[in-house]
C-alpha cells in the first residue's frame, strides 16, 4: 500500500510526541509498504529516514489554515494514496479518499466556553463552529478511527454514535529518552525540597484553580511545602499566576526533558488534578521516574493509572487536600506507589502501538 502519514505536528508537544513515536515504530515494524510523510519546512530539512520505504513530502502550511483546506488535498491527490493517517482531526472538510484518523480527546468539545479560549467572542465562536464541523468530517468520513483509551473510545460511541466496531485503542507511553534520563537523574535540581509537582498546560480542564485553592490549605500544615508548575508560556498561566498570591508556588515554565526527569524524581509527590484527559502521559512519565502520585479520578486517568495511583475527587477540595496530606504522612504509602508505578508504567509501549496501527492500516 501507498500510505500518507500528515506528520505537520511533528515538532509540537503532545500530538508531535506521538507522530514520532508512531513513525519510528512503524520503520521498525513494516518494511513492506510505501509511506510518504507530510512535513512542514523546518521538520522536512533537517529530517532523515532510515527505512527506504519513508519518504518525507513537503506541506508547509500549518493546520487550521485555508492552505490546508485547499492545497493539502492536492498533495495528497498527486500521491496517489491507498490511505492517509490524519492523527488529529484537522482533515479537510472536501477531502473524500479513504483515511484513519486519530482522535486524542474531547476536550475542545466540552469545554467551549471563553474561558477555554484566548480569542474574542466573535473568532471564539466561528472556530467553535469550525472545530466542530471539521470534527464531525472526521469521525464521519473516516475508515477507522484510533483513540488513546477507552475512555476516548466510549465518549466517541456514546456522542457521536460511532460504531464500537470502528475504533481501535492504542495506548501511548514513555519515550525511550526519557526512560534513560529518568534513569540518570542526578537529583540536582534548584527547587528546594520538599515540593508538590505538576507539569502541562494551564488551559481550564486541567483544573490548576483547584489546586492552587488546595495548596493554600496544605500550607497551613506544612509550611515548607512547595509547589512547583511547569509548562510552556502562554495566556492561561498568566491567569493561573494572577491568583497565586501565596508563598510556595514556583513557576518554572518550559523545562527540557532532563529538567523534567529531576523534578519528577525528586517530588514529594506528582499531582494530577485534571477534570478531563484522553490518555494522561505525565502519570506514566511520573511513574518511571519514582515519583508517587495523587490523581483525579477523571476521564482517561484510572484507566492508565491503574491501582498505582492514590485517587480524588477532582472537584472535592478537601478530598484533594486529603490524599495529598496522607501521602505527604505516610512513606510506606508513598514507596507502596512507587513500587506499583514501576510495575505499571512498562506495561504500556510505543512499539506495540505503532505495530497495532499497522493492523488498523491493514484492515481499512
Not at 185 to 212: E, S
Not at 223 to 245: R, T
Request: aromatic share 12%; charged share 25%.
Amino acid at each position: 500500500m501507498r500510505i500518507i502519514i500528515d506528520a505537520r505536528l511533528w515538532s509540537e508537544s503532545g500530538i508531535g510526541r506521538y507522530v514520532r513515536n508512531l513513525i519510528e515504530g512503524l520503520q521498525r515494524a513494516d518494511h513492506q509498504n510505501e509511506y510518504y510523510v507530510l512535513h512542514l519546512q523546518d521538520d522536512f530539512d533537517k529530517l532523515v529516514y532510515r527505512a527506504e520505504n519513508f519518504h518525507k513530502i513537503l506541506a508547509d502550511f500549518r493546520w487550521y489554515t485555508f492552505s490546508e483546506q485547499i492545497k493539502l488535498p492536492k498533495i495528497i491527490n498527486s500521491l496517489k494514496p491507498d490511505l492517509i493517517h490524519f492523527p488529529h482531526f484537522n482533515v479537510p472538510i472536501f477531502y473524500k479518499g479513504k483515511f484513519v484518523v486519530t482522535i486524542h480527546d474531547l476536550i475542545h468539545q466540552h469545554f467551549q466556553t471563553r474561558d477555554a479560549s484566548t480569542h474574542g467572542p466573535i473568532i471564539h465562536t466561528i472556530k467553535k463552529i469550525g472545530y466542530r464541523k471539521t470534527f464531525s468530517h472526521a469521525v464521519s468520513g473516516s475508515s477507522k478511527i484510533i483513540t488513546p483509551s477507552n475512555f476516548v473510545k466510549e465518549q466517541l460511541v456514546n456522542e457521536w454514535n460511532v460504531p464500537e466496531g470502528k475504533i481501535t485503542i492504542t495506548y501511548e507511553a514513555v519515550e525511550d529518552n526519557f526512560l534513560r534520563l529518568a534513569q540518570k537523574a542526578n537529583g540536582k535540581i534548584t527547587v528546594k525540597k520538599p515540593y508538590l509537582f505538576y507539569v502541562g498546560n494551564a488551559q481550564p480542564h486541567k483544573n490548576l484553580l483547584i489546586l492552587i485553592k488546595v495548596f493554600k490549605k496544605l500550607k497551613e500544615k506544612y509550611q515548607d511545602l512547595s509547589l512547583v508548575l511547569s509548562g510552556p508560556p502562554h495566556k492561561f498561566w498568566e491567569d493561573i499566576k494572577a491568583v497565586s498570591h501565596i508563598g510556595g508556588v514556583i513557576f518554572t515554565g518550559f523545562v527540557s526533558d532532563n529538567e523534567l526527569a529531576g523534578l519528577y524524581k525528586n517530588a514529594k509527590i506528582f499531582v494530577m488534578p485534571s477534570l478531563e484527559e484522553g490518555f494522561g502521559l505525565p502519570v506514566l512519565e511520573a511513574m518511571a521516574a519514582g515519583c508517587p502520585i495523587a490523581s483525579s479520578n477523571a476521564g482517561s486517568l484510572p484507566e492508565v493509572g491503574g491501582n498505582a495511583l492514590l485517587y480524588f475527587d477532582p472537584k472535592n477540595e478537601n478530598d484533594i487536600a486529603e490524599k495529598i496530606s496522607q501521602a505527604l504522612d505516610d512513606k510506606n504509602l508513598r514507596n507502596d506507589l512507587i513500587k506499583k508505578g514501576k510495575i505499571r508504567y512498562k506495561q504500556f509501549s510505543w512499539q506495540k502501538l505503532a505495530e497495532q496501527t499497522l493492523g488498523v492500516y491493514r484492515s481499512s
